[in-house]
C-alpha cells in the first residue's frame, strides 16, 4: 500500500495510519538505502519517474522485505 501511495504521499491520512500499523509491528518503512544492496532490488529502465518505488520493511535491524528502487539506466 506505502509503494502505491508513494514516497510523497506518506503524510496522507491513509499514509499516516499504515505507518502507525507499521509502527505497532515494530516495523520500519525505509526508502533511500545506506549502500546496502540487501535492502532494495534496483531495476533499470530509460523512465525512471513513470515507475513506482517500493519502501523496504525492516524488523528489529532485519530486512522482512525488499525494496524496489527504479534508476536509469
Given at each position: 500500500?506505502?509503494?502505491?501511495?508513494?514516497?510523497e504521499?506518506?503524510?496522507?491520512?491513509?499514509?499516516?495510519?499504515?505507518?502507525?500499523?507499521l509502527?505497532?509491528?515494530?516495523?520500519?518503512?525505509?526508502?533511500?538505502?545506506d549502500?546496502?544492496?540487501?535492502?532494495?532490488?534496483?531495476?533499470?529502465?530509460?523512465?525512471?519517474?513513470?515507475?513506482?518505488?517500493?519502501?523496504?520493511?525492516?524488523?528489529?535491524?532485519?530486512?522482512?522485505?525488499?525494496?524496489?528502487?527504479?534508476?536509469?539506466?
Open positions: 500500500m506505502l509503494g502505491q501511495l508513494g514516497r504521499q506518506e503524510d496522507s491520512e491513509t499514509g499516516k495510519s499504515l505507518h502507525e500499523l509502527n505497532v509491528m515494530n516495523v520500519t518503512a525505509v526508502w533511500d538505502d549502500g546496502d544492496n540487501k535492502m532494495f532490488t534496483v531495476l533499470k529502465t530509460e523512465q525512471p519517474e513513470r515507475c513506482g518505488n517500493k519502501p523496504c520493511m525492516v524488523y528489529e535491524g532485519e530486512v522482512l522485505l525488499q525494496g524496489l528502487r527504479f534508476e536509469a539506466s
